[in-house]
């Protein structure tokens, strides 16, 4: 049974940053290009950054320059390092395959970006 757990958001100033984290689990994880999503209030989920088995990162626009997505395959984890942090990244924030996977789905992590 695949399981992506997400952790490391909160609350943070803007300027700020932080790093999420994405534990897979149940899943050959190191055959899977990655990706990390959003949802903001009343908006539609967006990737906002992938990466290959290979380990090359791809950006939205929105957060190219600030973001930084890396993984390690001996871990199964994949990261998201959030610096320059503006109140429009404020969303719940996703891990999953890319393309995404339907029922892969996890709980997602809170980031909230306000003074």
């Known amino acids: 049974q695949v399981q992506l757990v997400e952790s490391g958001g909160g609350l943070v100033q803007p300027g700020g940053s932080l790093r999420l984290s994405c534990a897979a689990s149940g899943m050959s994880f190191r055959f899977r290009a990655m990706g990390w999503y959003r949802r903001a209030p009343g908006q539609q989920r967006e990737l906002v950054a992938d990466?290959?088995?290979?380990?090359?990162?791809k950006y939205a626009d929105s957060v190219k320059g600030r973001f930084t997505i890396s993984r390690d395959n001996a871990k199964n984890t994949m990261y998201l390092q959030m610096s320059s942090l503006k109140p429009e990244d404020t969303a719940v924030y996703y891990c999953?395959?890319?393309?995404?996977?339907?029922?892969?789905w996890g709980q997602g992590t809170q980031v909230t970006v306000s003074s």
């Open positions: 990466i290959t088995t290979g380990g090359s990162p």
């Open positions: 999953n395959t890319n393309p995404y996977t339907s029922y892969y």
